[in-house]
């Protein structure tokens, strides 16, 4: 499977602002489940300065800065990237007792290693009530493997999405407290369940291909950047992805830009500026098949 993707930023200024430092994370990364075959990032105004690197979990980040004064800034991101059919679904994992003792014998320090992924980070804090959970939903005598798809169904069948019920700024206590949120949400609430456990997990920032319903003809412009879980799954079956806004494990159309510990490590745009008033932002996101 072929995919063409295009997101577009938009911030507008109620006042000039300069000054500015913008870190992007928005173009997929390549790896064994997909290729990043070509890429452009532009921004508008043209920047002073632009640094393009990877950090330490491989994602690619593209630094900006522009310090003249301006009302607006455009930054737009065209790729294409090629998805090869998934491997056939093979649970080699262990159970609980015996992850937990892989995991205490792990000498990785490596960017996917599941040491980075056992504990709180700067968004992400110990829950009692998500662990509570997580401790409700598990079975002893199931696979790693199976304990993160029945706790990331029943963390999709336990909460409502609402895009207006929680900001970025919402923690996963308060989104797990009102069981209502959005995918940045939903991920972080499965994060701290699955760590409860014992079990390494991590953040994942990507796109999604989305269908428009029978009969209908397909939107453009109206997929979006979305966020799934990884979970690490033991040595012999490593790390797994699931969705569990949609209760699925992630397929060919989920599109991956970046893994972290939670959404501060992956965020799209992140960075500071010189101005005053309220700022305005549109995103727009097309994830479209290739014929």
């Not at 003249?68 to 649970?91: G, K, Q």
């Not at 033991?234 to 992805?241: V, Y």
């Not at 970046?258 to 005053?276: E, F, K, N, Q």
Request: hydrophobic fraction near 35%.
């Amino acid at each position: 499977m072929l995919y063409d993707i295009s997101l577009t930023l938009t911030h507008s200024y109620a006042q000039p602002a300069g000054n500015s430092r913008h870190l992007l994370r928005l173009v997929p990364q390549s790896g064994p489940t997909q290729t990043l075959t070509s890429h452009l990032i532009t921004a508008l105004p043209l920047p002073e300065t632009r640094q393009d690197r990877t950090d330490f979990f491989g994602t690619s980040v593209t630094e900006l800065t522009h310090t003249e004064p301006h009302l607006d800034m455009t930054i737009t991101m065209t790729c294409r990237v090629e998805m090869p059919p998934p491997l056939p679904w093979n649970d080699i994992s262990p159970n609980l007792s015996r992850l937990l003792d892989q995991v205490r014998m792990c000498r990785d320090l490596s960017a996917t290693s599941p040491v980075h992924f056992l504990g709180s980070s700067y968004r992400l804090r110990p829950d009692t009530d998500i662990a509570a959970f997580a401790r409700d939903v598990t079975r002893p005598d199931e696979t790693v493997a199976q304990t993160t798809i029945r706790l990331g169904q029943a963390l999709h069948a336990a909460m409502r999405f609402d895009s207006a019920a929680t900001t970025v700024d919402t923690t996963a206590s308060q989104a797990f407290a009102q069981r209502s949120g959005v995918c940045q949400d939903f991920t972080h609430i499965m994060i701290i369940a699955l760590q409860s456990l014992g079990i390494p997990a991590g953040y994942v920032s990507g796109y999604l291909r989305t269908l428009p319903p029978p009969g209908k003809p397909r939107l453009v412009g109206v997929d979006a950047m979305h966020a799934w879980v990884k979970a690490w799954c033991g040595t012999g079956m490593g790390w797994i992805e699931y969705d569990p806004t949609n209760a699925t494990l992630a397929s060919t159309d989920h599109i991956t830009v970046g893994y972290g510990r939670d959404y501060a490590d992956v965020s799209p745009i992140l960075g500071h500026l010189r101005s005053s008033g309220a700022p305005k932002a549109k995103q727009t996101v097309d994830v479209a098949p290739v014929e």
